[in-house]
């Protein structure tokens, strides 16, 4: 018997049965190992060591693999076709080398595109090494990422409070969209008008015709500037007669596009879907491991994280015969269609995203489909059978004008197209019996050269320039796939990255950049402006490129980057925030000070008139205030005008309504440390912040009487008699009972849990060692064990959140976020504590973390590399 190692358990349930009794298929469920999130993964000084640590869930299912290997004859990696996929191949091989499991039994690795029985067959036919070049390209890029993001980021931390962290891709992602929206906000409006004419032939036919000339000058879209130009031309057309110069009918041809790859799958999703671009990987996903049909279950499309837009010969066969069979014989080009990418630093290693069997029309797989899914199969498989379609052929016809005013002249344009024969637009159009398309609603009438037409009417209209919109999830990706900017795989976690961290937010499916996130480039494009470079970005992708391609030493790569970086983080270390600050305020003044509507100086404080505002950095981000404080409390949350920070009423400020029982005025208001209502006014009102999650858009009196209504008492606890209440802290939702808190799900259940619902919660929490009486403060994060046994855990006490182990409390330093306190830092802050030293106690922790390992150079191979 030999094991296979494939990815998920759906996949692995499928594959079984397609290799039989000899074979036992086991799932990694995604990646085995990883770098752990703290300093020392990746050490610069020791050559780039990297060491990877191993969860309790991956430990487990390491745990199956390896036993079943131990009883096996042999172990066959499967996992999937691509950069990722040969990682986790590698990390397999390495832990049951560290097992011991191996032995001499032999290790294959097969790649199949595509979940049916024939491919995976084909696939154990052909096994092969695991790819040397592709695994050191992963190290690569996990040690570059890791290296930006954990030395850029406390720099971040100490330079903006408030910050999050920045990565190697996402930063040049949101340079992107912030660049974007700095367009937007130096776009100038300017009005402009056009005319046209509806015009008659001699056979009674109308059409329309654009002005495009004037006095034998040719008119740009902005060359009628004012209304009076425009009504002097109106004029002019109404007075004139009209003739036709000339008719000419151009035949022109259309080709299809090449199948889906991943980027063009995502904006095909987007925009004729509404899909996101995770939403479409994860249906996608579905859709490649396969439903069940006629009681198999069967992969219905190729794998999809790739940029190969060609398709495998016998796939290209197959759709050629789908062609004849559903569309005839003039529809099948001579020769099949070949394609190549145009995108930067595109591999093309991998199929296009197309069908596994053409056969299985739309119509046919979508009664086994969810509505999702059949949506997205539909698109993928129009896409493919319409890249080995005909071209369309058009006929496009332009007509032109002459309106003879006398003294003056004008000429205009009339154009139409007409569709000869569909070609590969029947694929798109194929539920219509004959075929036809909207674009023959564009059609002219019969119009002859040198005969005079009849003006009907004269169309005056007035525009106004728009700036460029924002980016959709689908022309972020394109665009960053133009670029050349990270991969295919990486997009959809790339902007779910950036909309966790709160840099953007998707409105009406834009990507509007937030306050938080324009700050962070601001910062990184004036300090640190090479790392968000697209050309330097694009071209570290290259040289990953090669690495996988084996022409180029990881090593080496990451010597040169490191060498250039961490000169970069150290000169900028020394930086004030001071300094800092200035640059931002110039670098951001129209989102800092944006322009009153009396014209009023924007940066001279409104509240004192005396005072200069600028940005100012608190616990939670930046915010601008005024530089008279004390004296003068004036806050405001960057973006918004009005003030928000000492409570007084101001412009912005809005009435929510009044509390029924004590009439006070009910206010929605913004300080400096985010939305939060307020009951009443002056120093004894009482306020509530808006609790994460929660948008001042959508708040109304009610939700705020429920905010200021907090904390709330749910009942008495039937064992001990003492109250039971919930509220909001801090850090989140949470239940208090004699002095012991447990956490809530959600801020939802403040407000609605009861009580046996809280008895069992705040039990539950005393099972994980809560203890009797006054109970320890709860856990705000778990670090792990302390090298003399027991938990390190981060709480939060009466006098501020501190470091916990047995009986040392160790209160954290003033400013220091607990939830990035790292494990080494605790044992300092316990060591320093309890009197002990730190070093001490830090090398037994090495010897009982049996899942770090460091990185060894993979076996090469001389068989071509997927990527």
């Not at 509220?727 to 012991?740: K, N, Q, T, V």
Request: include cysteine; charged fraction near 30%.
């Amino acid at each position: 018997m030999e094991v296979v190692i494939v990815e998920s358990p759906a996949k692995a349930k499928t594959i079984n049965k397609y290799l039989g009794k000899n074979y036992k298929v086991l799932a990694s469920y995604g990646h085995v190992r990883d770098l752990p999130a703290k300093d020392g993964s990746v050490l610069p000084d020791q050559d780039f060591e990297m060491s990877w640590s191993v969860d309790s869930q991956s430990n487990k299912r390491l745990s199956d693999i390896t036993k079943a290997v131990k009883e096996a004859d042999g172990v066959i990696l499967a996992t999937d076709p691509d950069r990722e996929g040969e990682a986790i191949s590698w990390h397999v091989l390495e832990v049951l080398r560290q097992k011991r499991a191996l032995k001499d039994k032999p290790v294959k690795r097969v790649v199949f595109n595509a979940i049916t029985k024939k491919a995976i067959l084909d696939a154990m036919a052909e096994p092969r090494e695991v790819d040397a070049p592709l695994v050191e390209a992963y190290l690569a890029r996990r040690a570059l990422d890791y290296l930006v993001g954990f030395t850029l980021s406390p720099v971040l931390w100490r330079k903006l409070p408030g910050a999050r962290s920045a990565g190697r891709v996402q930063s040049v992602a949101l340079r992107l969209v912030c660049d974007r929206e700095s367009e937007i906000e130096r776009f100038i409006r300017e009005d402009y008008w056009q005319l046209a004419a509806q015009l008659k032939t001699p056979r009674g036919d109308e059409f329309e015709a654009r002005l495009t000339e004037l006095d034998g000058k040719k008119l740009q879209k902005l060359s009628i500037k004012s209304q009076e130009q425009a009504d002097e031309i109106e004029a002019l057309l109404r007075s004139a007669s009209y003739k036709v110069l000339s008719v000419e009918a151009k035949p022109t041809r259309r080709n299809p596009a090449p199948p889906f790859t991943t980027s063009t799958l995502q904006q095909a999703a987007s925009s004729r879907l509404s899909f996101s671009a995770s939403r479409t990987m994860q249906v996608a996903q579905r859709l490649y491991e396969g439903v069940d049909i006629g009681g198999e279950t069967t992969g219905l499309i190729t794998y999809m994280r790739t940029d190969g837009v060609q398709m495998a010969p016998e796939a290209l066969d197959q759709a050629r015969q789908a062609v004849a069979n559903t569309f005839g014989e003039r529809y099948l080009p001579e020769k099949p269609r070949y394609y190549s990418v145009k995108a930067k630093n595109a591999q093309e290693a991998h199929e296009a995203i197309r069908p596994t069997d053409f056969s299985r029309t739309p119509d046919q797989v979508r009664k086994y489909l969810d509505a999702d899914q059949a949506r997205l199969y539909e698109i993928i498989w129009k896409r493919a059978i319409a890249s080995q379609m005909e071209a369309a052929q058009i006929e496009r016809t332009t007509v032109e004008i002459m309106a003879d005013g006398g003294s003056r002249k004008a000429g205009l344009r009339a154009v139409g197209s007409v569709i000869r024969f569909e070609g590969f637009l029947a694929a798109y159009s194929i539920d219509k019996e004959d075929g036809d398309d909207d674009e023959n609603s564009n059609r002219l009438p019969e119009i002859n050269r040198d005969e005079d037409l009849e003006r009907q009417e004269i169309k005056v209209s007035k525009h106004t320039t728009e700036p460029p919109p924002r980016y959709s999830e689908a022309s972020l990706i394109k665009k960053m796939e133009e670029l050349g900017i990270g991969r295919p795989s990486t997009y959809a976690a790339t902007l779910k990255t950036l909309e966790d961290r709160d840099y953007v937010t998707i409105d009406k499916r834009r990507l509007v950049p937030q306050a938080k996130g324009r700050i962070v480039i601001g910062f990184l494009e004036n300090f640190f402006r090479r790392y968000v470079e697209y050309d330097f970005t694009a071209a570290l992708e290259e040289q990953l490129d090669k690495i996988s391609d084996g022409q180029l030493d990881w090593k080496q790569v990451l010597r040169d980057f490191w060498k250039d970086f961490s000169g970069s983080v150290e000169d900028i270390k020394e930086l004030r925030v001071t300094e800092v600050l200035n640059v931002l305020n110039e670098e951001l003044a129209p989102l800092v000070f944006p322009e009153r509507e009396d014209g009023s100086n924007p940066r001279i404080c409104p509240k004192c008139g005396t005072g200069n505002l600028s940005l100012k950095l608190g616990r939670y981000g930046a915010f601008v205030g005024c530089s008279n404080y004390p004296e003068c409390g004036f806050t405001r949350q960057l973006g918004m005008e009005g003030e928000g920070g000492d409570g007084a009423g101001v412009d912005g400020d809005k009435v929510l309504g009044n509390d029924p029982e004590t009439g006070e005025e009910i206010t929605l208001r913004t300080g400096r440390f985010g939305p939060y209502v307020q009951r009443g006014e002056g120093k004894e009102a009482k306020r509530s912040s808006l609790p994460r999650g929660w948008q001042a858009a959508a708040m109304d009196l009610e939700k705020a009487l429920s905010l200021l209504s907090l904390p709330r008492e749910v009942g008495l606890h039937p064992e001990t008699g003492k109250p039971i209440s919930a509220g909001i802290g801090r850090y989140g939702p949470f239940l208090l009972h004699d002095g012991a808190y447990a956490n809530l799900e959600s801020v939802e259940d403040v407000f609605t849990v009861g009580l046996n619902r809280a008895v069992t919660v705040i039990a539950e929490k005393q099972a994980k060692g809560g203890g009797r009486g006054r109970a320890k403060a709860a856990a705000l994060k778990e670090l792990g064990e302390h090298p003399d046994g027991g938990a390190i855990t981060i709480r939060d006490g009466r006098y501020g959140p501190y470091v916990n182990h047995g009986k040392v409390n160790a209160t954290l330093p003033k400013g220091k976020d607990p939830q990035e306190v790292t494990l080494e830092e605790a044992l300092e802050l316990i060591a320093a504590k309890s009197g002990k030293s730190a070093k001490a106690k830090k090398k037994p922790a090495a010897k009982k973390t049996a899942t770090k390992k460091t990185a060894t150079k993979p076996k090469a191979t001389k068989k071509a590399k997927t990527e």
